[in-house]
């Protein structure tokens, strides 16, 4: 598991996808990986004064440098025409927001420049990098020049293995999930076919899916032979 500072969130942290980001972090990473969350600064101006700063996540690797995370939850809407951000919350109400990347941006050469003044990192080369989080939508495609679909993370980078455990009468528990059978309570999430295979429809990254579905390979080779066939015994 990643380390993580500090090791919980503050607990008047309103976004409920920070919470879930911390939890994958924490348990995604191996420790090697060192993550700040919600990490604060005071950052000069353009008029050389100070301003406030914060920044969702950053994540240290002793090989790979920092990352700077900005996270945007809700229903996360962007018109390029205008360039305006706006986030629906759960009550179906759209707030407007700034612009994430720009953020995102800010805050990493904030840090850098923060860095290369102190006399405890100066001597130091950090290779830096940006990055925004939507872990509630499907981003689908680039959103623009200054956010190419590799800085972003959303729904679809997310996923979870199930696992189904019986809990016996003599207190005994045993692994059951090869004999479960899975389907999709909601097929514009998941689909789930006779075969027994599960995609995600491709609408769910924009117009340019539609007509198409998502695979995610997430076991072995034998089990993804087992699933090709029956995807040809299905005529898929």
Same mark, same amino acid.
């Given at each position: 598991?990643?380390?993580?500072?500090?090791?919980?969130?503050?607990?008047?942290?309103?976004?409920?996808?920070?919470?879930?980001?911390?939890?994958?972090?924490?348990?995604?990473?191996?420790?090697?990986?060192?993550?700040?969350?919600?990490?604060?600064?005071?950052?000069?101006?353009?008029?050389?004064?100070?301003?406030?700063?914060?920044?969702?996540?950053?994540?240290? @690797?002793?090989?790979?440098?920092?990352?700077?995370?900005?996270?945007?939850?809700?229903?996360?809407?962007?018109?390029?025409?205008?360039?305006?951000?706006?986030?629906?919350?759960?009550?179906?109400?759209?707030?407007?927001?700034?612009?994430?990347?720009?953020?995102?941006?800010?805050?990493?050469?904030?840090?850098?420049?923060?860095?290369?003044?102190?006399?405890?990192?100066?001597?130091?080369?950090?290779?830096?990098?940006?990055?925004?989080?939507?872990?509630?939508?499907?981003?689908?495609?680039?959103?623009?020049?200054?956010?190419?679909?590799?800085?972003?993370?959303?729904?679809?980078?997310?996923?979870?293995?199930?696992?189904?455990?019986? @809990?016996?009468?003599?207190?005994?528990?045993?692994?059951?999930?090869?004999?479960?059978?899975?389907?999709?309570?909601?097929?514009?999430?998941?689909?789930?076919?006779?075969?027994?295979?599960?995609?995600?429809?491709?609408?769910?990254?924009?117009?340019?899916?539609?007509?198409?579905?998502?695979?995610?390979?997430?076991?072995?080779?034998?089990?993804?032979?087992?699933?090709?066939?029956?995807?040809?015994?299905?005529?898929?």
């Amino acid at each position: 598991m990643a380390r993580m500072y500090p090791e919980m969130l503050r607990h008047d942290t309103a976004s409920d996808a920070e919470r879930r980001l911390f939890d994958a972090f924490h348990e995604g990473f191996s420790d090697d990986w060192v993550v700040f969350s919600q990490v604060r600064f005071l950052a000069r101006n353009r008029k050389g004064g100070a301003r406030d700063g914060e920044a969702d996540f950053v994540v240290a @690797h002793p090989r790979h440098g920092l990352l700077v995370i900005e996270v945007k939850g809700g229903g996360i809407s962007h018109d390029a025409r205008t360039g305006r951000w706006t986030s629906t919350d759960r009550d179906g109400v759209a707030h407007e927001i700034k612009d994430p990347f720009k953020q995102a941006a800010d805050n990493m050469y904030d840090l850098r420049r923060k860095l290369q003044e102190s006399e405890l990192t100066r001597g130091f080369s950090y290779p830096m990098a940006y990055a925004v989080a939507f872990p509630d939508v499907w981003a689908g495609q680039d959103l623009g020049l200054e956010a190419p679909r590799e800085i972003v993370f959303d729904k679809a980078e997310q996923t979870r293995k199930l696992k189904v455990v019986a @809990h016996w009468s003599d207190g005994s528990q045993e692994d059951v999930t090869p004999l479960c059978r899975f389907r999709s309570n909601d097929e514009s999430v998941a689909l789930v076919d006779e075969a027994g295979v599960v995609t995600t429809p491709g609408n769910g990254f924009g117009e340019a899916g539609e007509g198409y579905v998502r695979f995610t390979v997430c076991v072995d080779k034998e089990r993804l032979r087992e699933v090709a066939e029956r995807i040809r015994r299905a005529k898929f």
